[in-house]
């Protein structure tokens, strides 16, 4: 098999991996990326989901037995990004494992003010709307 006929082969298990891990996985926007890293680092996709609220959208990711030191988030323009690095060990053999997932967030979000709390495992992020966007126009 040659290699770009290897390379089709990983990238058709990557993507029935991900249909398969991700079910209720939903987007801000027309752009959703993982990060995949072949060689010494793994990556794992964590069960995560959207909600959308009245005030705006909730992002749940669940990271179990990992430290707030282990994760990252940022806001960076219109991109929502989440990521976080473990260790594991299968055997005697020990794995680094990264996790990195991003959103586009909608214009009508407010930036400033993205919040995050990572409890019991569960990363929780929230993306408030802007107050002002939502009015009623009177008509004269």
């Known amino acids: 098999m040659s290699v770009l006929g290897i390379l089709k082969s990983y990238d058709m298990i990557d993507n029935m991996r991900n249909m398969i891990e991700t079910p209720n ?20 996709l964590p069960y995560s989901r959207v909600n959308k609220n009245n005030e705006g959208y909730e992002v749940v990711v ?23 690095n473990r260790e594991t060990k299968y055997g005697k053999n020990q794995y680094k494992e990264e996790y990195k997932n991003s959103w586009a967030l909608p214009d009508h979000s407010s930036f400033d003010s993205v919040n ?23 008509i004269e």
């Open 25 to 44: 996985h939903y987007n801000f926007g027309p752009s959703t990326t993982y990060t995949t890293t072949i060689g010494t680092t793994n990556t794992w």
């Open 62 to 84: 669940e990271l179990p037995g990992l430290s707030r030191s282990d994760i990252d988030v940022n806001v960076i323009g219109k991109t929502l990004t989440i990521s976080a």
């Open 116 to 138: 995050a709390r990572y409890e019991a495992g569960i990363l929780t992020v929230n993306v408030p709307l802007k107050k002002e966007y939502t009015r009623k126009i009177e």
